[in-house]
């Protein structure tokens, strides 16, 4: 397995990722209809943006295996500010055969190096409440910061802030 940066070209790889994961972890979570309507192009043309612009600080990389693009994860400053963590994991997401591999684990560290490098101490990742995924979260000595209702579609969900200090998830 190979991590790396993104790249022009990564895109509808990235995107097809994005939407099946979606589709797979969250079934039975998110409305059926709502990951049914979500769209490989328009992930792709989000994504592709982001690879072309990329703003300061922030990072976007994938994992792949014979070159193949099997996950990935974005990350860069905490955008919302609601919790003192200088970095924010926005995203990461692995095709369901990669799962459970330590695939997320070594992105997620990637991304706390590069947090790292650009002077933060800390991150964090917002995550549904029922995402079976999120045990990795605790795994990795994350700690729960809080919980607030969100919207997606036409439902309420419960999504959990949860913390991490950087030193301690790279075990430096």
Known sequence: MEIRKALPGDEEAIAFVHVDSWRTTYKGI??????????????KEMWKGII?????????????ISEEIIGFCSGGPNRSGRYPY???LYAIYILQEYQRRSIGTSLI??????????GYHTMMVWVLQDNPCKIAYERLGGILLGKEEIQIGNQELVEEAIGFDLARLLNL
């Open 109 to 118: 560290r990637r991304l706390a190096q590069s947090h790292l490098d650009s």
């Open 30 to 43: 998110v409305d059926e209809e709502y990951l049914q309507n979500m769209s490989v192009e328009d992930r």
């Open 86 to 88: 200088d970095g924010e």
């Open 52 to 64: 072309e612009k990329p703003l300061p600080e922030n990072y976007l990389y994938v994992a792949s």
